[in-house]
């Protein structure tokens, strides 16, 4: 994970302008979610993994399900997940629930970020800056 400064970092919206904004930018809400916290998320690369620029965001009105909530920015970071190619290792149930739990569990939830991809992380967060602070 790699701590990205930022001017939107304790910034507040509302979640709904925040996210008219961010979707057509190419952020989809993580899945994740909690009733006070979340994060969207950019996908910068999916090569050997997904490499992600996250935007957190808590919580300071309402909870993120309900309509109105408010929240505030924390600092963006880059964060590279990756998965194992193979079989999940500690699957469990049979084809019944395999329906339902396809995915693996990373195999590295913080791996290292290929430093070429820093300034693309840098770019991205300055374009969020300029709409929505401006």
Not at 16 to 38: A, C, F, S, T
Not at 65 to 86: H, S
């Amino acid at each position: 994970m790699i701590p990205i400064p930022s001017a939107i970092d304790g910034q507040s919206f509302l979640l709904q302008e925040l996210e008219q904004v961010m979707k057509p930018l190419g952020y989809v809400i993580n899945g994740g979610w909690e009733y006070d916290h979340g994060y969207f998320d950019y996908k910068i690369d999916d090569r050997d993994g997904y490499l992600f620029l996250r935007i957190p965001v808590n919580a300071v009105q309402g909870s993120l399900d309900e309509r109105g909530a408010a929240v505030r920015i924390g600092t963006p970071f880059m964060l590279r997940q990756v998965f194992q190619a193979d079989v999940d290792d500690h699957a469990e149930g049979g084809p019944f629930q395999s329906l339902f739990n396809q995915f693996s569990e990373p195999e590295r939830r913080d791996a290292e970020i290929d430093p070429a991809f820093l300034d693309i992380g840098a770019s991205l967060v300055k374009e969020l800056e300029d709409v929505l602070l401006h």
